[in-house]
């Protein structure tokens, strides 16, 4: 059993140079921002008081939010760690725990936040199958616009030893294991955890852990756009912008979500997805190769897969390194016992 069961990412915290520049980007993204207490502030439309923070300070990341379902959870988590639950000073109000996680990140479990009256969406245009036809003499006209962004959905962050970061945050907040990936059959590089909410359905990942070669930080922060005409939108207005484009748009093979991914302009990585997968507690883990992790069911490949970038420093090494282990961990002598 885990100490507690969160029921969502809150937000990720970042450090910037520049808040204004920071701003324009989120703004052209697809956030409502807003400046306090020398902090920038992004939000979307479910009424959470923010999903997006932004520091002064030399660019890095710095936190990863996670958002507990009571401030009784909050005050268990606090007694099993040792630490004190804070008020949490900033928009919204509430409380906060902070953590340090294996490889020096720092988490905040949030309670108590004030939320306000979630903002509307675009509508869902009915679609026009082969096979079903709602839309009956009326046509579908969009108008340019940033995509909406309802809500944070998923953080990615790079560790050193991925079984020793998922025993952390299982061991405290019940998440559980999606889709796990292997370099070879039980080798794994990481998981796609999700928040254990029962029979409640919950997205197929919450946060994902890989085990990569580098340096460490997150790789990409994500946010749900409200639907496939919205995205598309989005890349749009962002490519007019000249911001700069990561990779997308595709439909990913993990989490079956429609994906696009650009970058600030301090190089981190954010996502728009839409239609993702849904489980409860009830629906089993499944195994993937890492062929899977970059694959694209439609849509734009990798751009380490289309030569428009270069593979990851130490990718090369850290691979090669992993089949050796395996030969010499699967080698078999005549007697067909482990060499």
Known sequence: MSTIRIEDIAHVRYAAPDLSAMRAFLEDFGMDCFEEGGRLYGRGSDGRPFVHVTEPGEARFLAVGLRAESLADLETLAASEGVAVADL?????????????????????????????????????????ATAKPRLRRTVRLDPAPAHIKRIGHAVLKVRDFRTSEKWYKDRFGFITSDEVEAAKDVPLGAFMR????????????LFLAQLPGELGILHAAFEVANLDDLMLGHQHLKAAKRQPAWGVGRHIMGSQIFDYWKDPFGNELEHWTDGDLFTAADPPQKQPMSALLAVQWGAPHPMFAGKLPPPPGLISFVTALQLRLKRLFRRNPEGTTA
């Open 89 to 129: 000073d900033e928009p919204g109000g509430g409380k906060v725990v902070r953590l340090t996680d294996p490889d020096g990140y720092r988490v905040e479990v949030v309670a108590g936040q004030a939320k306000s009256e979630p903002a509307p969406l675009p509508a869902d245009h009915p679609f026009n199958s």
């Open 195 to 206: 928040c254990d909410r029962g029979d409640k359905p919950a997205d197929h990942h919450t």
